[in-house]
């Protein structure tokens, strides 16, 4: 069974800063199979990224994805106010999915 | 416009039975899979399952086999959760997400999720 961690648990940043979030996988895993969402209060989670670096559609080109072996990274390089919320990223392989367990990017 | 609209919130006494339901709309859903995912109050998305509307294939993730059966009609493009004895801890938010067959692009749509309280 794929595990994810995710780190930092809390990203305490202001808004104009860059974020880097942390997604590590227990195992060798597809990038192709990698996703990250951004959930806020009240609302269903909103997908940023598949493919490990894909945009999905609407996304700004402000949030960016990356791969290194079993290390994904979410990149938000210039945060704006609406970008203060919870992300988990996501692995889908063999018609499992996986969640890692959140990192909620704070205002400072 | 591509959606899956989820049924409304639900209040029931443990021990009780409950079918929630998410009904997608807007697209070809031969084309997806129907994911189903908690999360608890306060905490993160958790993983319950994923079905297949045209032929109701079913995958459970093992924290919830047995737990709660997973169905689907296609003839109204509506997938179902279905609790057969609830418990205090089945209180949640329930969301339903779709997954493209064959490709890498996944929970691109979700429901706006069905909050289920079981309390006596």
């Known amino acids: 069974e794929i595990v994810l961690t995710q780190s930092p648990g809390t990203l305490s940043l202001a808004p104009g800063e860059r974020a880097t979030l942390s997604c590590r996988a227990s195992q060798s895993v597809s990038s192709s199979y990698l996703a990250w969402y951004q959930q806020k209060p009240g609302q269903a989670p909103r997908l940023l990224i598949y493919?490990?670096?894909s945009r999905a559609t609407g996304i700004p080109d402000r949030f960016s994805g990356s791969a290194s072996g079993t290390d994904f990274t979410l990149t938000i390089s210039r945060l704006e106010p609406e970008d203060f919320a919870v992300y988990y990223c996501?692995?889908?392989?063999?018609?499992?999915?996986?969640f890692g367990q959140g990192t909620k990017v704070e205002f400072k | 416009e591509e959606q899956l609209v989820q049924s409304g919130g639900e209040v029931r006494k443990p021990g009780e039975s409950l079918k929630i339901s998410c009904k997608a709309s807007g697209y070809h859903v031969a084309n997806y899979w129907i994911a189903w995912v908690r999360q608890m109050p306060g905490k993160g998305l958790e993983w319950m399952g994923i079905i297949y509307l045209g032929d109701s294939d079913t995958t459970y993730s093992p924290s919830f086999q047995g737990q709660v059966v997973m169905s689907a009609d296609k003839s109204i493009n509506t997938a179902y959760l279905e609790w057969s004895s609830l418990k205090a801890s089945d209180t949640a938010i329930y969301y339903c997400?779709?997954?493209?067959?064959?490709?890498?692009?996944?929970?691109?749509?979700w429901g706006k999720g069905t909050t289920v309280i079981v309390s006596s």
């Open positions: 996501q692995h889908y392989g063999n018609s499992r999915w996986t």
């Open positions: 493919g490990a670096s």
């Open positions: 997400a779709r997954h493209r067959r064959y490709s890498s692009l996944t929970g691109d749509v």
